[in-house]
C-alpha cells in the first residue's frame, strides 16, 4: 500500500481539469483519470510501504496548511512527461503556497522516504491529465498539448491523505474560503 498526501479540487469548477482527462482519454487505449474515482488534485508526497505511518503523513499536511485558505490556481499550458507511458499533465501558473505547502511536508517528514520525484528539487507541481497515453498517440498527444491555448482557474479546497490502489481516502479537510 501507499499513501499520497493531496490537495484536491471538490467543486464546479474542476469541471475544466475533468474535461480535459476525457480529451486526454482518447489518446489513452483506457482513459486513466476518471478511473481513479477520486477528483483532479495535486500531490505532494508519495510513500510507499511502512516507512511512514497514515498518522503521521496527515499530521505533516495538516501542519504545512495551518493557516493556509482554498488555492485557486491558474492554468495556461499542458506539459508532458517523457516515458513508457507518456503523462500530460496541467501547468498551473507559479503558485507560491504549492511550493511552500510541499517544502513543509518535506521538512516534517525525511523526503528519503518519499518517492524520488516528489521530493525537493524533484518535484515539478503538475495537476494529471492523463498517465497511460498509448505509444501509437504520443505524437498526437504532443501536439495536442503544444496547440493548447486556454487560460482557466481552478479552486483547490480540500486537503487529504489516501491510500492506494485503489484510492481510499483516510482524512481529509475542507480549508477554509
Keep these: 500500500m501507499s499513501l499520497a498526501i493531496n490537495i484536491r479540487a471538490d467543486n464546479d469548477p474542476a469541471g475544466e481539469i475533468e474535461r480535459l482527462w476525457d480529451q486526454?482519454?482518447?489518446?489513452?487505449?483506457?482513459?486513466?483519470?476518471?478511473?481513479?474515482?477520486?477528483?483532479?488534485h495535486f500531490t505532494f508526497a508519495i510513500y510507499d510501504g511502512p516507512a511512514v505511518d497514515q498518522q503521521v503523513?496527515?499530521?505533516?499536511?495538516l501542519a504545512?496548511?495551518?493557516?493556509?485558505?482554498?488555492?485557486?490556481?491558474?492554468?495556461r499550458r499542458i506539459r508532458w512527461f517523457e516515458g513508457s507511458p507518456l503523462v500530460?499533465?496541467?501547468?498551473?501558473?507559479?503558485?507560491?503556497?504549492?511550493?511552500r505547502i510541499h517544502s513543509a511536508v518535506s521538512a516534517a517528514i525525511d523526503p528519503a522516504h518519499c518517492r524520488p520525484h516528489y521530493r525537493p528539487g524533484a518535484w515539478i507541481p503538475h495537476c494529471?491529465?492523463?498517465?497511460?497515453?498509448?505509444g501509437e498517440r504520443c505524437g498526437d498527444a504532443?501536439?495536442?498539448?503544444?496547440?493548447?491555448?486556454?487560460?482557466?482557474?481552478?479552486?483547490?479546497?480540500?486537503v487529504d491523505c489516501v491510500s492506494f490502489?485503489?484510492?481510499?481516502?483516510?482524512?481529509?479537510r475542507r480549508l477554509p474560503s
Design 142 to 158: 504532443i501536439a495536442y498539448a503544444r496547440g493548447f491555448d486556454r487560460s482557466f482557474e481552478v479552486t483547490f479546497d480540500t
Design 165 to 172: 490502489p485503489p484510492v481510499r481516502i483516510l482524512a481529509e
Design 88 to 99: 500530460l499533465w496541467a501547468e498551473p501558473v507559479v503558485d507560491r503556497a504549492l511550493a
Design 24 to 40: 486526454v482519454g482518447a489518446f489513452e487505449a483506457k482513459p486513466s483519470m476518471r478511473a481513479l474515482g477520486y477528483r483532479p
Design 128 to 134: 494529471t491529465l492523463g498517465t497511460a497515453v498509448a
Design 64 to 75: 504545512a496548511v495551518a493557516g493556509e485558505t482554498q488555492l485557486r490556481i491558474e492554468f
Design 57 to 61: 503523513a496527515w499530521n505533516a499536511m
